[in-house]
């Protein structure tokens, strides 16, 4: 599998868990996702976007990276822009780091309809802040590998029919779930968490790494 990581301009934190996700990918930066580069002790094969967000005091091995430059006035973020090319560089396993918060709040909603249509294309997609994941969910069934105990949600973006918890606090078996309904908020991992839905499309949000404040 080809895996990229693009760094995105949100909030990110680094945690070996991260560390592990990201680690032998190649890198894309998008735009103001550069200034995560050194945290993290990457070094992208090449930087994208308009060039409106550059932090400042870049090192010399971060600002020497390629760059893909677009106009400010264009018709796709700069985080998809570097999905793109990352596509095209043949990926087919994304980590969108830093895809949650930031000053931008439609971008963040952005990326998680963005990592929906991946998903159904067949790319496989996580969005991660360090401290919280989203993982698209999907017609299937699914497994996943957090720790007892983690905090988890299953936001859903249409409504729901057959979707089935298991390894939860809170089990749920083939229930129908109303687009808006805030019946799968806050649960909690209990055991092997696996996650089957019938029809629908929702995204899986945990909290593997809680931040002292939340």
């Known amino acids: 599998m080809g895996t990229f990581t693009i ?3 949100g909030d990110l934190v680094r945690t070996p868990r991260l560390d592990r996700q990201i680690e032998g ?3 894309i930066a998008a735009d103001a996702g550069i200034g995560h580069a050194r945290m993290l002790g990457l070094v992208p ?3 994208v976007g308009d060039f409106d ?3 400042a005091n870049l090192p010399d091995d971060l600002a020497a990276v390629p760059r893909k430059i677009f106009p400010a006035e264009k018709d796709m973020t700069d985080g998809e822009l570097a999905v793109a090319e990352a596509l095209a560089r043949g990926a087919t396993s994304l980590v969108l780091a830093g895809a949650f918060g930031g000053k931008r709040a439609d971008h963040a ?3 998680q309809a963005l990592s929906l249509r991946l998903a159904e294309a ?6 991660t802040s360090g401290a919280q994941e989203g993982v698209p969910i999907l017609p299937g069934r699914a497994k996943f590998d957090y720790a007892d105990g983690t905090l988890f949600s ?4 249409s409504e729901l029919a057959g979707l089935t918890v298991t390894g939860a606090k809170w089990p749920l ?10 019946l799968t908020i806050s649960n909690e991992v209990k055991g092997r968490l696996g996650i089957a839905l019938e029809r629908g499309r929702a995204l899986l949000l945990a909290h593997p790494y809680p931040l002292p404040e939340s």
């Open 7 to 9: 760094l995105l301009g």
């Open 25 to 27: 990918s190649r890198v």
């Open 45 to 47: 094969e090449l930087w």
């Open 53 to 55: 967000s550059v932090p």
């Open 109 to 111: 909603f952005l990326h």
């Open 122 to 127: 067949g790319t496989t997609v996580l969005l």
């Open 154 to 157: 299953v936001l859903g973006l």
């Open 173 to 182: 078996d083939r229930v129908e779930v109303a687009f808006g309904s805030s």
